[in-house]
């Protein structure tokens, strides 16, 4: 591994004052001021930043990474406002004259149509073919009477869906499994390319909570050469028994991927969600699917085993019982969203030692559906600041697919809590500019001697850019333990 030398570069965090930084077998090794670091005798690839301005990597700390991959090739629906407005999109897609096996649509979002899903208005998009249309939050899919029989097939049991087709929750999840199962090098292919667009976003290193244990697909890819990330493998209740049989606790680091792949948290699913209107409410609505009792032996068991739990929580009476279970086990962990808080419960997570893992990007996207559905406690969503303010680490992710894999437009939600011209929503809910910088690295703020190389070099300050700014941040470079992912010449 060659030597690398940053030349004139301002460090995020630090007064700005341009440096000189040296990097030696991964790590960071000198700070001078600018012009006073030569290369020296080594092998040395030398970089002009040009004023440029050096952070630690970038951390995605919540992603479903393969569903990313693949939605990355599916039809987008996202921007579609109603159920006909989906069915037309597939039908024009269905005319071109699609040869793969089953349509499938991603990013749809009801809540705020003005009629519901029909399965009559997809079984006439695409007579001849399964279609099937993913949930932007991934709780439900919609389905035409083709793609309900081919999916109870491939699921082996009938799926329950109505007349529109809809399935929710684990039926929607099984769906959503079973249209992941493709060959190897073909979701490879798509995750090598998922992997080097997160390069390009200053990305280093992501949390991938797939349900589908993912420890061996990623050494097998590290090991193929697909080597742009750092990940940490989560594990769902399926396949805890397995993992507790290999011995694997949250950190170990996987032999042979030069210390890119990772034991990650132990995933547990407490409710719903807000857009599929199945998150565990204290009104009683909503969809508890682990009561206390249940989770909280699950949770013993997988932290007894070293593995730190990681807690999908979205409505407040399924956060209030994440942060039970929490307590009752004397662990810490995270707990996944926290969409919606009872006031008394803000300071459990710092009390708790419990991190509150955000996804900004939803504020935005859920902003009316919030104000809808949760009008009366609109107040007490996406509350970051709140957590901030009571000592809780709040770090940042992008739930992809669910909101795309960029920690720019995550940092840009945070502290602007706006978007596409609209005013702030909430906006006493924005968090600093500071904390939401720590919460998208490791915890680190600035690069110093002694950090393991893990950096991006970008056009402008994030601790000053406006939020317009941060959302389309000219990323110059990315690195990991020194080595370029992406750099522009």
Same mark, same amino acid.
């Given at each position: 591994?060659?030597?690398?030398?940053?030349?004139?570069?301002?460090?995020?965090?630090?007064?700005?004052?341009?440096?000189?930084?040296?990097?030696?077998?991964?790590?960071?090794?000198?700070?001078?001021?600018?012009?006073?670091?030569?290369?020296?005798?080594?092998?040395?690839?030398?970089?002009?930043?040009?004023?440029?301005?050096?952070?630690?990597?970038?951390?995605?700390?919540?992603?479903?990474?393969?569903?990313?991959?693949?939605?990355?090739?599916?039809?987008?629906?996202?921007?579609?406002?109603?159920?006909?407005?989906?069915?037309?999109?597939?039908?024009?897609?269905?005319?071109?004259?699609?040869?793969?096996?089953?349509?499938?649509?991603?990013?749809?979002?009801?809540?705020?149509?003005?009629?519901?899903?029909?399965?009559?208005?997809?079984?006439?998009?695409?007579?001849?073919?399964?279609?099937?249309?993913?949930?932007?939050?991934?709780?439900?899919?919609?389905?035409?009477?083709?793609?309900?029989?081919?999916?109870?097939?491939?699921?082996?049991?009938?799926?329950?869906?109505?007349?529109?087709?809809?399935?929710?929750?684990?039926?929607?999840?099984?769906?959503? *499994?079973?249209?992941? #199962?493709?060959? /190897?090098?073909? &979701?490879?292919? $798509?995750?090598?390319?998922?992997? @080097?667009? !997160?390069? +390009?976003?200053?990305?280093?290193?992501?949390?991938?909570?797939?349900?589908?244990?993912?420890?061996?697909?990623?050494?097998?890819?590290?090991?193929?050469?697909?080597?742009?990330?750092?990940?940490?493998?989560?594990?769902?209740?399926?396949?805890?028994?397995?993992?507790?049989?290999?011995?694997?606790?949250?950190?170990?680091?996987?032999?042979?991927?030069?210390?890119?792949?990772?034991?990650?948290?132990?995933?547990?699913?407490?409710?719903?969600?807000?857009?599929?209107?199945?998150?565990?409410?204290?009104?009683?609505?909503?969809?508890?699917?682990?009561?206390?009792?249940?989770?909280? *032996?699950?949770?013993? #068991?997988?932290? /007894?085993?070293? &593995?730190?739990? $990681?807690?999908?929580?979205?409505? @407040?009476? !399924?956060? +209030?019982?994440?942060?039970?279970?929490?307590?009752?086990?004397?662990?810490?962990?995270?707990?996944?969203?926290?969409?919606?808080?009872?006031?008394?419960?803000?300071?459990?997570?710092?009390?708790?030692?419990?991190?509150?893992?955000?996804?900004?990007?939803?504020?935005?996207?859920?902003?009316?559906?919030?104000?809808?559905?949760?009008?009366?406690?609109?107040?007490?969503?996406?509350?970051?600041?709140?957590?901030?303010?009571?000592?809780?680490?709040?770090?940042?992710?992008?739930?992809?697919?669910?909101?795309?894999?960029?920690?720019?437009?995550?940092?840009?939600?945070?502290?602007?809590?706006?978007?596409?011209?609209?005013?702030?929503?909430?906006?006493?809910?924005?968090?600093?500019?500071?904390?939401?910088?720590?919460?998208?690295?490791?915890?680190?703020?600035?690069?110093?001697?002694?950090?393991?190389?893990?950096?991006?070099?970008?056009?402008?300050?994030?601790?000053?850019?406006?939020?317009?700014?941060?959302?389309?941040?000219?990323?110059?470079?990315?690195?990991?333990?020194?080595?370029?992912?992406?750099?522009?010449?």
């Amino acid at each position: 591994m060659s030597d690398l030398l940053l030349r004139t570069v301002r460090r995020v965090g630090t007064s700005g004052a341009p440096a000189d930084v040296r990097v030696r077998a991964g790590v960071v090794t000198a700070v001078a001021p600018a012009g006073t670091l030569d290369p020296g005798d080594h092998d040395t690839e030398v970089v002009e930043a040009d004023g440029a301005w050096l952070g630690p990597g970038l951390v995605d700390h919540h992603t479903h990474f393969d569903q990313w991959a693949l939605v990355r090739r599916r039809i987008d629906v996202s921007a579609c406002a109603s159920a006909e407005a989906v069915a037309d999109v597939l039908a024009a897609a269905a005319r071109t004259g699609v040869t793969d096996a089953v349509l499938i649509g991603h990013g749809y979002r009801d809540g705020l149509w003005p009629r519901p899903a029909r399965r009559a208005l997809l079984d006439a998009a695409a007579p001849g073919l399964p279609a099937v249309v993913i949930s932007a939050d991934l709780h439900a899919v919609w389905c035409n009477a083709r793609a309900l029989a081919h999916f109870a097939a491939a699921v082996g049991r009938p799926l329950p869906a109505g007349e529109d087709g809809v399935l929710r929750e684990q039926d929607a999840f099984d769906v959503t *499994a079973a249209l992941s #199962r493709v060959p /190897d090098d073909v &979701l490879d292919t $798509a995750v090598a390319d998922a992997v @080097d667009a !997160a390069a +390009t976003r200053g990305v280093t290193q992501v949390v991938d909570l797939e349900m589908r244990f993912g420890l061996d697909r990623w050494t097998r890819r590290v090991r193929d050469g697909i080597d742009g990330l750092r990940v940490a493998c989560g594990v769902y209740p399926d396949d805890l028994d397995a993992v507790i049989a290999r011995g694997l606790r949250t950190g170990d680091v996987v032999d042979g991927t030069r210390g890119l792949v990772t034991m990650g948290p132990f995933k547990v699913v407490t409710d719903g969600s807000l857009g599929t209107r199945t998150a565990a409410m204290a009104t009683g609505e909503g969809m508890l699917v682990w009561p206390f009792d249940e989770l909280h *032996a699950i949770t013993r #068991r997988a932290v /007894d085993a070293g &593995l730190v739990p $990681a807690i999908h929580a979205i409505g @407040d009476r !399924a956060n +209030t019982v994440a942060l039970d279970v929490f307590e009752a086990v004397g662990a810490r962990g995270s707990i996944e969203h926290a969409q919606l808080l009872a006031d008394t419960d803000v300071e459990r997570f710092a009390r708790l030692g419990v991190t509150a893992s955000v996804q900004p990007e939803h504020a935005m996207d859920d902003r009316d559906v919030v104000d809808k559905y949760w009008a009366d406690s609109a107040e007490r969503a996406y509350v970051f600041a709140s957590l901030a303010a009571a000592g809780a680490r709040v770090v940042l992710g992008s739930d992809a697919p669910v909101a795309p894999l960029d920690p720019w437009v995550s940092l840009a939600a945070a502290v602007g809590r706006d978007r596409d011209g609209r005013a702030p929503w909430h906006p006493e809910q924005r968090m600093t500019a500071l904390a939401a910088w720590q919460g998208s690295t490791d915890g680190r703020v600035s690069v110093s001697v002694g950090d393991v190389a893990d950096l991006v070099l970008v056009a402008d300050d994030p601790l000053t850019a406006s939020t317009a700014t941060l959302r389309t941040m000219p990323v110059l470079g990315t690195a990991i333990a020194g080595r370029w992912t992406h750099l522009e010449r």
